[in-house]
């Protein structure tokens, strides 16, 4: 199957330029923007080879699995665009049910973690990262990468990782995009410039992997350590410490569970 968008896309006007092979569908998304492209402009490839991750990580794309960037021009609000991570996990989340066996999806939980993965049964399966360009027409670009595990997990991980044919999925990256790009426009029509982010923040509580649970954050060399509480209006996590006080925090390092005073300060 080729790589094509669903008919909600084409409906709303998204493009679609396929790469066999790619450094980076990031890279080439913020490229386009910087040389004037009016976005809705899906870049896709089953093989990346210089991808990114958050906090200068990288994310390794082998041959099979798919790199998917969105690029958006708008005069979004850099504070409110970065809440767009937030729908990228939903449409990632309902993508990998649409593709996995009804079986397989009864018996697994898939489940986003804060700020910016799809986890199934605790394993990473899916990364995203936001990257954003400020261009001389006053519009504001960004690129929304999505990075999913469709055929093999990579392995040397300092993580456990999935992958949905590892789970019991028989498909591939073509088939997981026709349906991510089918769902995207359903939780981005919700969002609405912003304007619908609470109701983001309620449908991403849903899919929580840790809600209420122990949670430990590494920022800047200080440990903050409590039960993961909610998500605030802006997307904060919000830890409840053993005292009462809540803080929300914008970015770090999150370990869930039992474990994890134990993996923050090994």
Known sequence: MGFTLAPAALADEYRLEFFPVVGSTNAEALAQANAGDAGRLWFVSPKQESGRGRRGRTWTAPEGNLAATLLLVDRFDPKTAATLGFVAGLALADAVDAVLPEAVVAKVNVALKWPNDVLVDGAKLSGILLESTMLPSGCFGIAIGMGTNVVAAPEGLPYTATSINGLGGNTDAATLFLALSDAWCHYYRIWDEGR???????????????????????????????????????????????????????????????????????
């Open 196 to 266: 619908g982010l609470n109701n983001i923040r309620e449908l991403w509580l849903k899919r929580a992997h840790g809600l209420g649970q122990p949670v430990v954050m590494q920022l800047n060399g200080r440990i903050i350590e409590g039960v993961f509480e909610t998500i605030d209006s802006e997307c904060r996590l919000v830890i409840r410490e053993d005292d009462g006080t809540r803080v929300p925090v914008t970015a770090g390092d999150v370990y869930f569970g039992t474990a994890a005073s134990v993996k923050a300060v090994s």
